[in-house]
Structures are given as structure tokens and as C-alpha cells.
């Protein structure tokens, strides 16, 4: 026997119905209407149910939540949802008109279990109230589905009142699915106009995801993908996670074909899982009931594929596949369009590439240009001195022999001598500079090629308090070089070196092979205790022309650098870790290749140049 409270009669009835219905306008959500009429009901002393009926079988839309009810309804209603037994198996759901009540609710109970071949457990059922009124529940005039209110007090006389009850509940719940349905409109309607004014740079991964949970939420669905097309494949392929699948159905999709003569790929298709035309045992395996499938197109073209499931058996409508499209056309030309803009981005960057390059290769060549033009110029000028030149040597020569000068005279011709001396150097050192190089690598030993600079480089400048020492592995090999090249390149090194040394030091030159990417490569180090170079010095120092000193005609280092660029090495420079002087190193490749040493390089045409 249940022990519920005592129940109202009469105006207190209707009083306290009436607060409840009150309370129940208030709601806006059916979940929330259907909650708030429980709790009133219950107060009142009631159990209740709340069932809602459409073609295909009943749901139970709300249940006092009391251990009897919900343990008798787990036995024969496994989800809320259940199919609709033969006409009249449950005399509860009714569709009459008018409100009955129902004295023997026990029998009504143990007869439909039976029905549904079940045993009730009796200890449950005597604990359900015997009485019951089922009052019809009407929305837009049409039968909606039915409250049950159960109570072992209750009367005839009562059902008048709860048919008003009823009434008002049923307008509730009308309202309450218009307001549904504007809600859902305007969500769609939101993501509608997110989509469409998010600009391709949004995180278009994230968009869609938010997009997706909106389309699963306004189309009841429990889960969703979305696949965008991938043109170049022809395959579809998963944009970001799926939404609410859990098992191995997202893994085995992820990325998928289909065939462009199967209508899948044409027309959406609404469909229980069941009779899925692929996939079917993956679907129901997640525990889904209904699919709908939607395809995806801009002008005719595909651009992608919308998957909706639900795991209540509740079928899906035109009206849902109406929605998937709209919103899923907008996800996918959203993808689309942030598609577009990284490969313009590509583009763009493919042709800034290009761009830099030319506009290099273009300062290249003209400061080749530049090059060969000085070139000319000083090979000329250098052809033209060297013969006024000879003749000042030897009018020097006789005028000192006739006059045998002392005094200021003689200082004055020492001078002349001098200067002139000065100036066959700068005109050797040019004409080293422009000559055109014919670069013969053969396979040399490198010691005696630095011994032998050494030497030159003693006898031309280094003062005694300069030391040079060399240092060399137990073995080098022999290495493809131009001998009389590289001791030129290493002179100029190593008189630099003794030169940035005013008060004397040491210059040490050491040669290795050091691997370079795997390949070894002969290396050469000239390191001085000098004075180090000041930043502008090594910023310009492979220039023609760029000296800090007195007497430089800043031609030594641009040399070097011809040189070693014609045997396919570098050259670099960089203060010693002590902070005291300079290391060159020059490194040249194991190959016979070579550049072309000629300071000239070939004449662009014309076109081009007026271009
Ligand atoms: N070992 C070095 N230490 C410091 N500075 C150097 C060294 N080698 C070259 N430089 C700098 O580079 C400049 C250019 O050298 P180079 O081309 O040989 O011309 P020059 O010796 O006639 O000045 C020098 O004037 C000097 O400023
Ligand atoms: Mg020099």
C-alpha cells in the first residue's frame, strides 16, 4: 500500500493545481515544463507520469523519480522511448477526450507486463497507488499524449479539475515546443551568420567543431562528423574530431571513398542504422539508431559530407536533412574558403621567393657589372703607368750614377725612388686583380705550397719581430688546387697578418681536412696576435679598393677572395677567442670543378638590360 500524503478535494484542488500550472507557464523548455509540473504534482501528494505519443510509439517524458516506478518502467520501457504494443494493450495512453479514472490500476499494471512478457515483481507493484486518472493531453488541438496521476484518494469528482489541469499544461507545452523550435532557428541562424562573417584566417578547425555540436544540438542528434572533400584525392577526409562517436567508426572513417555513382555522393539519405547501405554493424555497435547523411555541394561540385546519428529511435525528417544542408554547405565553404587563402598564402610566398632571388641575382650582376667596368678601366690604367714608370726607374738609376747626389738631393731622388716603387706595387697588385684567371687544379701536396708563401711573404714585408710558424697534420693529402693560386691568396694572408701586428708577433698558418657536410675539405688558418678587425673593416674588407691603411691599396683580400671563389671554397674571418687578433680560414672542396676566374662575366643581353 503507498503512503502517500493526504490529497485536496474541491478548491483546494483547484487552488493548488492552479499554482502549479502557474509555476509551469514559467518554464520554457519541455524538460523544464514537464519537471516543474512533477515537482508540483508530487507536492500535492501525487505520482505522476508525463507521456508523449506519435505514430511510432510513446515516450515517457518525465516519471516521479521513485525507486518503485522507475524499477517497474525499467522492466517492460528499457530507454524513455517505447513502440507502440497492439491497439489497446495499455488502456493508460489514451487518446479520449475526456479525463477517466482508473480504480484498479494493479491489474491494469500486471496485464501489461504480461503483455509484454514480463512478470511484474508484486512487492512493486502493491506499492504504486490503485488509483489513477489519465487525462488526455492536447497541443494545437491535436492529441499530444496523456498525464497520469496517480493517487489512492482520488475521485470522480476531481477529474473536472484535473481536465482543466490538463488543458493548461497542454497550452504550456505548446508554447513551449514554438519556443523549442525559435530557439533551435535562431541557433542555426547564429551559426549561420558566424560562419559567413568569419574571415579565412578564423581557426576554421575550431568553427567547425562549434558548428558541429550546434548542428547535432538543433537536429537531436547524439553524434556527428563532418568530411570535407578533398579534391586532389578524391577521398573524403574527417575535419577535426568527430563529435560524440566514441569507437572504432571515426578510426575506420577518418578517410573514405566514395564512388561517384553511388547516390550517397548525390542525395542525402535519412536512414536507421539497420538498413545502412555500409558500415551498418560499426553504427549500431556505437549504439545509434539513426543516421542521416548528407552530402555537400557548391555549383554541383562536392565539397563535403554532413553524418548525423541518434541513439533514440526517433527517425529523421525532411526537415532535419533541410538544416544539415544549409549548415553543412556553410561549415564546408567555410573550410573552402580558409583552404584557398593558405594555398594563396603559399603562393604568395612561392613568388616572394622567387622575387628575392631575382632581385639578387639582379644586384649581382651589377656589381659584376660594376667589377668589369673597374676592371677595364684599371687594367688600362695599369698597362699605361707601368711604361712612364720604367722610364722613371731608369732616369732615377742614370741621374744618381752621373750626379752621385748627397744631402737633401740625395734624400730627395730616395724618395722619388721610393714613391715610384710604391706605385709599381699598386699597379702589380691591380694588375693581379683584373687579370682573368685560368684556374688548373691538379692534385698538389700543400706544404710546400705554404712553405713556399711564406717565404714570399717573408721577403716582400714582414719585419724581424714578426715569427711565422706552420702547422700540419702527420698526413695531408694531396688536394685538387692551383698551386701558384693558392700561395698568392695565402701571401696576401699572411702579409695582412704580420701587417696588423706594428709591434711584432706571431702568425701561424695550419692546414687540416675538416669534414663539410661529410666531405672533407682542405682547411687553412692564418691566425694573427694583431690588432683585429674593426666591424666596418670586416663588413668591407673583401671590396677592391677597401684599406685602412696608409700605404694599402685594399686590394690583397678581394684577391683572396677571387681566388678561393674560383676553387669553389670560402673564406672567412673572426676575432680569435682570446679577444687578441684575427683567424682567416680559407677552405677549398676534394674537386676538380672550378668557376670561372675571369673578373668579366658574360654580357646579359640586351633585352634584358633595358628591361
Ligand atoms: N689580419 C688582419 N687583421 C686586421 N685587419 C685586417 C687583417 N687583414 C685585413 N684586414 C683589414 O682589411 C683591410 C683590407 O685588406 P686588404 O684587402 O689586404 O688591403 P690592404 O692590406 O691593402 O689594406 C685592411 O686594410 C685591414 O683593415
Ligand atoms: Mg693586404
Redesign the pocket.
Given at each position: 500500500m503507498s503512503t502517500s500524503k493526504a490529497l485536496l478535494h474541491g478548491d483546494g484542488l483547484l487552488r493548488a493545481l492552479t499554482e502549479t500550472a502557474l509555476e509551469v507557464q514559467r518554464a520554457r523548455f519541455l524538460t523544464e515544463l514537464v519537471t516543474a509540473a512533477g515537482q508540483g504534482l508530487e507536492k500535492m501528494g501525487f505520482e505522476l507520469a508525463v507521456i508523449s505519443m506519435d505514430e511510432a510509439g510513446y515516450w515517457i517524458r518525465y516519471l516521479t523519480p521513485k525507486p518503485h516506478l522507475l524499477a517497474l518502467k525499467a522492466q517492460v520501457v528499457p530507454g524513455d522511448r517505447q513502440e507502440l504494443g497492439p491497439e489497446g494493450e495499455f488502456r493508460l495512453v489514451t487518446a479520449d477526450e475526456e479525463p477517466v479514472l482508473l480504480t484498479s490500476l494493479h491489474d491494469a499494471l500486471r496485464a501489461y507486463h504480461h503483455l509484454n512478457g514480463h512478470e511484474p515483481v508484486e512487492a512493486l507493484v502493491q506499492q504504486v497507488p490503485n488509483t489513477c486518472a489519465v487525462a488526455p493531453l492536447h497541443v494545437r488541438r491535436s492529441h499530444w499524449g496523456a498525464l497520469v496521476l496517480m493517487h489512492d484518494e482520488l475521485k470522480e469528482e476531481d477529474l473536472a479539475i484535473i481536465r482543466l489541469f490538463a488543458l493548461q499544461l497542454g497550452s504550456a507545452i505548446e508554447v513551449s515546443e514554438g519556443f523549442e523550435q525559435l530557439e533551435r532557428r535562431r541557433a542555426e541562424l547564429d551559426l549561420v551568420h558566424e560562419l559567413a562573417i568569419s574571415g579565412p584566417r578564423a581557426d576554421s578547425r575550431a568553427l567547425c567543431r562549434r558548428a558541429l555540436e550546434t548542428v547535432c544540438r538543433t537536429s537531436d542528434s547524439d553524434a556527428g562528423m563532418l568530411h570535407r572533400f578533398d579534391v586532389d584525392s578524391g577521398d573524403y577526409v574527417l575535419v577535426g574530431d568527430a563529435f560524440g562517436y566514441q569507437g572504432r567508426l571515426v578510426d575506420e572513417y577518418r578517410r573514405f571513398r566514395i564512388d561517384p555513382e553511388n547516390p550517397l555522393a548525390r542525395s542525402p539519405l535519412a536512414v536507421a542504422a539497420k538498413d545502412l547501405p555500409y558500415g551498418a554493424d560499426l553504427v549500431r555497435g556505437e549504439g545509434l539508431l539513426h543516421m542521416a547523411v548528407v552530402p555537400l555541394a557548391i555549383e554541383g561540385k562536392p565539397v563535403g559530407l554532413l553524418s548525423l546519428a541518434r541513439t533514440r529511435d526517433v527517425p529523421y525528417g525532411d526537415h532535419d536533412i533541410r538544416s544539415a544542408e544549409i549548415l553543412g554547405v556553410q561549415m564546408a565553404s567555410q573550410l573552402e574558403r580558409a583552404r584557398l587563402y593558405d594555398e594563396a598564402n603559399r603562393l604568395y610566398g612561392d613568388l616572394k621567393t622567387s622575387y628575392d632571388a631575382l632581385a639578387r641575382t639582379q644586384q649581382e650582376l651589377v656589381r659584376h657589372e660594376r667589377l668589369a667596368a673597374l676592371g677595364e678601366l684599371a687594367a688600362v690604367m695599369a698597362h699605361e703607368v707601368r711604361n712612364p714608370l720604367g722610364v722613371i726607374f731608369n732616369s732615377l738609376t742614370t741621374l744618381k750614377r752621373l750626379l752621385r747626389p748627397t744631402g737633401d738631393s740625395e734624400m730627395l731622388l730616395n724618395m722619388v725612388g721610393e714613391e715610384a716603387d710604391r706605385l709599381n706595387r699598386i699597379v702589380g697588385?691591380l694588375l693581379d686583380f683584373v687579370r682573368p684567371y685560368e684556374l688548373v687544379k691538379k692534385p698538389m701536396a700543400v706544404e710546400p705550397i705554404i712553405a713556399s708563401a711564406v717565404d714570399a711573404a717573408a721577403q716582400s714585408t714582414l719585419h724581424s719581430s714578426v715569427r711565422v710558424l706552420t702547422e700540419f697534420p702527420r698526413e695531408l693529402p694531396a688536394f685538387p688546387l692551383d698551386a701558384h693560386l693558392l700561395k698568392q691568396a695565402l701571401v696576401?694572408?699572411i702579409?695582412?697578418?704580420a701587417?696588423?701586428m706594428p709591434r711584432g708577433g706571431t702568425v701561424t698558418v695550419r692546414a687540416t681536412v675538416e669534414p663539410v657536410a661529410g666531405v672533407p675539405w682542405l682547411t687553412v688558418r692564418?691566425q694573427?696576435e694583431?690588432?683585429?678587425?674593426?666591424p666596418r673593416?670586416a663588413e668591407k674588407?673583401?671590396q677592391p679598393f677597401?684599406?685602412?691603411?696608409a700605404t694599402?691599396?685594399?686590394?690583397?683580400?678581394?684577391?683572396?677572395k677571387r681566388i678561393v671563389d674560383a676553387h669553389l671554397g670560402e673564406v672567412t674571418?673572426r676575432a680569435n677567442p682570446n679577444g687578441e687578433?684575427?683567424t682567416?680560414t680559407v677552405r677549398f672542396p676534394p674537386t676538380t670543378e672550378t668557376r670561372s676566374g675571369a673578373l668579366t662575366p658574360p654580357r646579359p643581353s640586351p633585352a634584358f638590360r633595358n628591361g
Open positions: 697588385d696576401n694572408l702579409v695582412n697578418a701587417q696588423a692564418v694573427d694583431g690588432v683585429g678587425l674593426t673593416a674588407m673583401f677597401f684599406t685602412t691603411k694599402g691599396t685594399g686590394l690583397g683580400l678581394a684577391v683572396v674571418a687578433g684575427t682567416f
